[in-house]
């Protein structure tokens, strides 16, 4: 017998079958005792575009979803975004859907500078090498900015991707000096940091976006690839010597923010990350 959930919820995105979000957001409404349902959501295996996927999440019910690769940015254009900066970005990763229709946020951007405080404290991010223009790569360089990063790389594989997020950094943050690159391993030559925005990593997308031996130098490195936590690119950063910030952070900050906007709740974050690392959870 089926129950219907306080809070219905979702992940519209490619190759997610191991993403921890569903576990996340159960924990957290588990601590503020509601029974919350999250489903992953492929357009591919429902047979449908990602345009209609999202159009029926409302009559279906879902209070909010949220949206990972590759859909940021055709999410972005199917919301109302209040903010300016998330608007500028063109990147949205959480959706509420209320009567007035569905509103847009980005919490990639808040959660990515929650975690680098976490791990780096208030330390400048220096010159920064970003690997991946697409949706993430938008919200993390916008980041970057806030963060104070004097110098972004930017290097896409698809370079008007590159070109119109150069463009949107220099209308928000004019001080900050943007550059195209189309060869990574040139690019990372004194940076100090260095970011992979792609899937390249991910489970089902093996390998690193750029070659070990250009870490050499650089300080610190992000990825933004989660599952798996260790990458082929963070074990290069580490025996290299350069401090790691991986993308469970980001995944984990970027849960907590989407989570307050979901359901207006607090969570203990110290519960919550101490639940999603024990292993015998429910997935």
Known sequence: MSTTPDLLLGLIG???????????????????????????????????????VFDGCAPAGYRGINVTYPYKELASARVRIDDPLVRVMGAVNTVIFDPEGPRGHNTDFTGFQAAYARVRGDAAPGAVLLIGAGGVGRAIAFALAGLGAREIRLCDREPGKAKGLAKSIAAAAPDAVVSIHEHAEAAADGVAGVVNCTPVGMSGYEGTPLDGTALAGAEWAFDAVYTPRDTQFLRDSASHGLGLLSGWELFFHQGVHA?????????????????????SEDA
């Open 14 to 52: 490619d190759n997610i079958a191991r993403s921890q979000a569903p576990l996340l957001h159960r924990l957290a409404g588990r601590q503020n005792g509601l029974a919350v349902r999250y489903d992953r959501l492929v357009p591919r295996d429902l047979g449908q575009s990602f345009e209609e």
């Open 259 to 279: 989570w307050s906007l979901f359901s207006g709740r607090p969570v203990d974050e110290t519960a919550l990350r101490d639940a999603l690392l024990r292993p």
